[in-house]
């Protein structure tokens, strides 16, 4: 096994970026065996730890080292991935076929180590042509629908954007698609880890490469050095918004409010310091929308994310800047994306009280799958389908069975959502809609992933819909719990710094394999368990219909009072999360309901989690 050290002076010799080299150089030069020590042996931890690459690619703070993103993890990455696409066509006959990737990035930066998620891009699309492949990088920063949209567009065997979303703003991600649109999942995903391990070595000297292609580029158009596709990126963009016009989704709510000579509620937008706005503004102009307002101090990419602590649009008070500019203009919604723009987040602010309350992420999902089944999914000649994450709410799925149409239920997560939206297709069906509790919504079958821009026009003619007719959106949610039963959920999550003790707690449910009947004075009525080898109370073999993961436990308990408690670990953060969700028995007031839950929540998080003895920080949502 390598020292350290051993492993540090091995990363200096590849890394072609001179700031983290130097910075690693100095380390490696002020070894006592003892600080820097413990400094080198968090970077280079001796039993070769690298950055996991799982959940749709890779997410981590830019730093040096192989647990970080920066310009060597992003060669090695890009070069395995490179030759297991490669591979992967050679086996399906296609050997001689030029393969094609589109990269995407926003605008995530550390001046200190001159890092960005534009010079990943740009060393990506180095690796690529390296490779051989034909690859299109968008020129600028662009939202990561539009890679979603163009991976299939251009029939790519892959697609990347670079973003680290909503995470905090030290961190980078490096997100995959396949060539279905959709993001990486198994076995895809491991595959691809073995051909990282396998191509560690970069090819050539990327490095000088990239300052001679800077060097030169003073005549260039592009923002990218003369390795953006410009005109590309223009035609991709055009060809995304056409697709949503005509879709099916665009209603033209404005012409009809207009015409009905009713006044229309302003909207408020935010794009959290993010790439969103200029998207934003296309999609309300494609879906015939009157201009929104759009928060001016958080307009602008920035990655310093001066007005938020965190890029979230879920986390507490992420939307107060929002709110206020909104109060300042006569705003009663305020809409807002998170920096990549693929998540939506909706706040409505009351008629009576004039107080701004924001709607859960299963609020809008119900809503927008509503509206979606009564405005397009009632008439389409082709079997409708939804799809939901197993920890959202259950109500769409009730409403598709009071409706008629198809519900499916996937574990957590787009790349299961996107997948099982792109298997239904193949099978005759037209799936309308998809989400996740987190806020991530997919309108229309133009992508099969997350789409914040896309979602944002839904939500704003379901607002003017609802407007027109005398209601708020408050009102309209009431209208549907009245309609297809009361669902109440109280989500949230621990931060969890340490891996094992999610295992710990995961196992402590587990219950030594016998699990629980009981927790207090709760009884069990069953339990699914999707880690490995995976059980099920209900099924005749007690075996889970849904896949299982060692690596990635789930379970869920149902209880008799109808509350159905679910627990999970992030694959993107450190945190442990929670759902917990009731619904409602008929002609039962909803003031008890919640007390009901709430009271029980409370105590299934303390018995279950106990987060003071696990260490688990409360989150402030």
């Not at 993961?549 to 450190?574: C, W, Y």
Request: include cysteine; charged fraction near 20%; charge should be negative.
């Amino acid at each position: 096994m390598q020292t350290s050290i051993e492993r540090a002076k091995l990363w200096v010799e590849r890394d072609p970026n001179e700031k983290t080299r130097e910075f690693v150089n100095s380390l490696i030069k002020s070894d006592t065996g003892e600080s820097s020590s413990g400094h080198l042996a968090s970077l280079f931890p001796s039993d070769g730890s690298r950055i996991g690459f799982g959940t749709a690619g890779l997410r981590a703070a830019m730093k040096a080292g192989p647990l970080g993103m920066n310009d060597l993890v992003i060669i090695q990455t890009t070069q395995g991935l490179a030759r297991y696409c490669e591979r992967f066509s050679q086996g399906n006959g296609n050997g001689d076929k030029k393969l094609i990737a589109v990269i995407g990035y926003d605008h995530r930066e550390n001046p200190e180590l001159n890092l960005s998620s534009k010079s990943f891009a740009l060393l990506a699309k180095m690796v690529l042509l390296e490779a051989g492949f034909e690859c299109v990088l968008l020129d600028g920063y662009v939202a990561t629908p539009l890679v979603a949209y163009a991976t299939t567009k251009l029939n790519a065997a892959t697609g990347i954007m670079v973003t680290a979303s909503h995470n905090p703003m030290a961190d980078a991600g490096f997100k995959v698609y396949w060539s279905d649109g959709c993001q990486i999942r198994p076995p895809f995903d491991e595959l691809i880890a073995d051909s990282i391990l396998e191509n560690l070595q970069p090819w050539t000297d990327y490095g000088t490469k990239l300052k001679e292609t800077i060097a030169m580029a003073s005549s260039c158009v592009d923002s990218c050095y003369g390795l953006g596709n410009a005109d590309q990126t223009l035609s991709i963009t055009n060809d995304y918004f056409n697709s949503v016009r005509n879709s099916g989704l665009v209603t033209n709510q404005n012409a009809a409010s207009t015409k009905a000579g009713i006044v229309k509620p302003k909207i408020a937008y935010t794009a959290m310091h993010g790439v969103g706005h200029v998207f934003a503004v296309k999609s309300f102009e494609i879906f015939n929308l009157d201009p929104f307002y759009s928060v001016p101090e958080q307009q602008e990419p920035d990655y310093t994310f001066p007005t938020v602590s965190f890029p979230n649009p879920e986390e507490k008070g992420a939307l107060t800047l929002a709110t206020k500019f909104a109060d300042e203009h006569g705003c009663v919604i305020v809409l807002a994306n998170d920096p990549d723009a693929d998540r939506l987040a909706v706040a409505e602010k009351c008629r009576k009280t004039k107080e701004w309350s924001t709607f859960t992420g299963d609020q809008i999902g119900t809503m927008l799958g509503h509206w979606i089944w009564e405005s397009i999914g009632k008439d389409c000649e082709k079997p409708v389908a939804m799809c939901a994450s197993t920890v959202s709410s259950k109500m769409l799925g009730a409403i598709a069975k009071a409706e008629g149409f198809t519900f499916v239920e996937t574990l957590t997560g787009f790349k299961w959502i996107g997948s099982q939206a792109v298997k239904l297709g193949l099978e005759g069906y037209r799936t309308l809609f998809l989400y996740e509790e987190a806020i991530g919504f997919c309108c229309g079958d133009v992508v099969a992933d997350k789409d914040g821009l896309t979602a944002m026009g839904v939500m704003a003619e379901l607002a003017l819909n609802v407007y027109r007719g005398g209601l708020s959106l408050t009102d309209h949610m009431e209208s549907l719990y009245a309609k297809y039963g009361i669902f109440e959920s109280r989500n949230g999550y621990y931060f969890c710094y340490e891996p094992s003790t999610v295992h710990k707690i995961i196992d402590n449910m587990r219950n030594g394999g016998t699990y629980m009947d009981s927790v207090g004075p709760y009884e069990v009525e069953s339990i699914r368990d999707l880690g490995e080898p995976g059980y099920d109370s209900t099924s005749d073999d007690k075996k889970p219909s849904l896949p299982t993961s060692k690596s990635s436990p789930m379970i869920t308990l149902k209880f008799t009072n109808g509350v159905v408690a679910q627990f999970r670990a992030s694959g993107t953060e450190p945190k442990f999360k929670y759902y917990i969700e009731i619904q409602g028995k008929p002609g039962v007031r909803r003031d008890v309901i919640v007390k009901e839950l709430e009271t029980m929540t409370a105590f299934i998080l303390e018995e279950l989690l106990r987060p003071s003895e696990n260490d688990l920080v409360p989150s402030k949502l």
